[in-house]
């Protein structure tokens, strides 16, 4: 088993653990972007959320909504993001799905994605494709 999450969830690694059940584990991230940066996975090892079944997504979305809270209250943050990371582009670096929930704090430094300038017709032509399951 060369998945480094794996690891973790079989105790081959240590980690600062925040929440486990029987099917997620939850722990900090190693290089934290704010003060409570935790990782939540399903202990099933899947490349990515869409690799994911539905069930697990829900079961770690419904952890994700029990635990945000409790990292907001511990660190005293204003807010969290969650983000998914899937497939290399998006920067995913562990294979194995995880979600992020990232304490926010006002002006805390962390800038937003830059956004483009795009045409009504691009943007319609986008929804249509969406839309169209293309
Ligand atoms: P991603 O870029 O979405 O794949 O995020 C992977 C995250 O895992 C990064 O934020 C890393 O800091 C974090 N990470 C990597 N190894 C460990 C570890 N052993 N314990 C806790 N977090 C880790
Ligand atoms: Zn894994």
Redesign the pocket.
Same mark, same amino acid.
């Given at each position: 088993m060369s998945c $480094?999450f794996c690891k973790?969830v079989a105790g081959e $690694?240590p980690?600062h653990k925040v929440f486990e059940d029987e099917n997620l584990l939850a722990? /900090?991230? $190693? &290089?934290p972007c704010n003060p409570g940066h935790t /990782?939540v996975i399903p202990k099933q090892h899947f490349e990515n959320l869409l690799e994911t079944p539905a069930v697990v997504v829900l079961q770690l979305m419904n952890g994700v909504h029990t635990l945000a809270p409790r990292v907001v209250a511990a660190v005293g943050a204003h807010g969290f993001n969650l983000g998914v990371?899937t497939g290399p582009a998006s920067?995913?670096? $562990?294979m194995h799905t &995880?979600a &992020?929930i990232i304490p926010r704090f006002e002006h805390d430094g962390l800038v937003h994605w830059p956004t483009k300038e795009m045409t009504s017709d691009e943007l319609h032509q986008i929804t249509l494709k969406i839309c169209k399951g293309i």
């Open positions: $480094i973790i $690694i980690c722990f /900090l991230d $190693i &290089h /990782l990371n920067g995913q670096v $562990i &995880h &992020h």
